[in-house]
């Protein structure tokens, strides 16, 4: 019990501490039996009206790659060759499953919704130029899917999962080994990445503190050559302080030495206002 408590609140990260969490809650075979239920639902729709070319990208393949429990896995990404069926998908797996309550983004394309605290998005025709320039500058085909993996942040988030047959593929030739190496890198130019995205700052730092990855050494410099970037006011606090919640809740001790090592100190009161402010709203519940 003490380990499970220490690892829910962040101080004990340790495979060991998660186990026993596991264990006590039971929430990696709760969460597995779900994940099963989505993917066979999926699988039967794709069977019936003939949908072929699913892919599940991102965190679920890591997941999977890293052997890392059910219970860790929050959200399914869906992605197709062809987006259309996969945004068909999307709203016909809802209507089987019961989803009472979709929401469709249109700056992403993507349809979302949550199914028994497993949240899914079916992206749709992505339309990014920037990252057609950059797939074309590579000679990688500007297919739908490849515009889907390839704008992920790290490549340990480019694999991805075939629905069709389980297989896990890698795309980039990268993503396997990095996630053996233990390192954290981009697969484009870092430094032009983070200019388009500072999230990814962070986003970085979440990964290093719960897999206890390495930076790569370009990342980390143009970690910190643009870390600026991320209060120059195109962010909301509200954007920022949910990007340093995810880094202290993979560990808080951990989680603050980089926050200092990367000079990013003033996310803090920006948090602090932030939850002063929603606890004044009636938003207590968000400030945990």
Known sequence: IILAES????????????????NITQLSSFKKEIIGEILESAKKICTTIGIQDVYLVGGFPRSLVMNEPWGNIRDLDFSSGW????LKLGGMLAETLGVKETE???????????????????????????????????????THLNLDVYSRDLTINMMIYRLEDGKIYDVTKLSKQDLQNKVLRTYFDPSDIIRRNPIIILRTLKYAVRYNFTIDPNL?????????????????????????NDVIR??????????????????????????????????????H
Request: aromatic residues 10%.
């Open 7 to 22: 690892y829910i609140n962040g101080t004990n990260n340790s495979e060991n501490a998660q186990k026993h969490f596991d």
């Open 83 to 86: 987006s259309d069926d996969c």
């Open 250 to 287: 993979e560990g808080k001790v951990s989680g603050c030495q980089l926050i200092k090592k990367y000079h990013l100190e003033p996310l803090f009161a920006i948090r602090e206002q932030w939850m002063k402010q929603e606890m004044k709203n009636g938003n207590s519940h968000t400030t």
């Open 104 to 142: 469709f983004l249109s700056h992403t394309m993507t349809l979302s919704w949550n199914y028994r605290g497993v949240k899914c998005d079916f992206r749709g025709k992505s339309n990014i130029p920037e990252m057609r320039d950059l797939l074309r500058k590579d000679n990688i085909p500007t």
């Open 220 to 244: 980390e410099r143009a970690m910190t050559d643009n870390a600026g970037l991320l209060f120059n006011g195109n962010f909301d606090a509200t954007r920022l302080a949910y990007a340093l």
